[in-house]
Nanobody
Framework: QVQLVESGGGSVQAGGSLRLSCAASSYTYNGNCMAWFRQAPGKEREGVGTIDRFGRTTYADSAEGRFSISQDNARNTLYLQMSSLKPEDTAMYYC?????????????????WGQGTQVTVSS
């Protein structure tokens, strides 16, 4: 069964940290690419970062240096560690997976999506 389930969202003050998790079914976790996206109210969904099956990561400029993507292969789980959070990081965060390479932070490149987890950063 194809399944991605995010968790870990919540409300935090600016400067704080959160760690999001994405539990994946074996089928989706064994794909070549996984990614985090986010969508703020009234805005398009944007890529936050990607990770390939070798653990290589890429990040959007807005996430570079503050966010970190990692994975726990034993638990089929993807993580997004976010620190130094800003109000503009407020969004619904989604994890996504696909088998196609290269791993690009483009919505159209991913066929499998979670339901999202809300992150709210207050000033």
């Amino acid at each position: 069964q194809v399944q991605l389930v995010e968790s870990g969202g919540g409300s935090v003050q600016a400067g704080g940290s959160l760690r999001l998790s994405c539990a994946a079914s074996s089928y989706t976790y064994n794909g070549n690419c996984m990614a985090w996206f986010r969508q703020a109210p009234g805005k398009e969904r944007e890529g936050v970062g990607t990770i390939d099956r070798f653990g290589r990561t890429t990040y959007a400029d807005s996430a570079e240096g503050r966010f970190s993507i990692s994975q726990d292969n034993a638990r089929n789980t993807l993580y997004l560690q976010m620190s130094s959070l800003k109000p503009e990081d407020t969004a619904m965060y989604y994890c996504a997976a696909d088998f196609r390479t290269p791993c690009l932070p483009l919505e159209s490149r991913y066929n499998f999506w979670g339901q999202g987890t809300q992150v709210t950063v207050s000033s």
